[in-house]
């Protein structure tokens, strides 16, 4: 088993297939960092510290690369509204 640990400055999220899957596992992705008693492909992105962790446990499906882990980012969009209004206004 190992957890590895990148420098992940993006803002975007991840997507992450174990083996042969067409949809990503989110049960695979845990608010928290993975730890050794996690299942293989477990990952979470902490965005102030700029890190994602993934945990990596090898098998005999492994060896035979049934159980190659797949990381794709997430298609994002972001927008930014700046909105004037009075205080009155605001606090209704």
Known sequence: ???LRFFYPASEGLNLFVG???KPNID???GRIPT???SHG???VDSQALKFYVLLIGSEEAFKGQ?????RKT???KLKIDIQISESEFTG
Do not use: Y
């Not at 159980?67 to 990381?71: A, E, G, K, P, V």
């Open 1 to 3: 088993k190992i957890l």
């Open 20 to 22: 042969n899957q067409k």
């Open 28 to 30: 695979l992705k845990v």
């Open 36 to 38: 050794f008693a996690d």
């Open 42 to 44: 477990a990952h979470s």
């Open 67 to 71: 159980r190659d882990i797949i990381i």
């Open 75 to 77: 298609p994002t969009v």
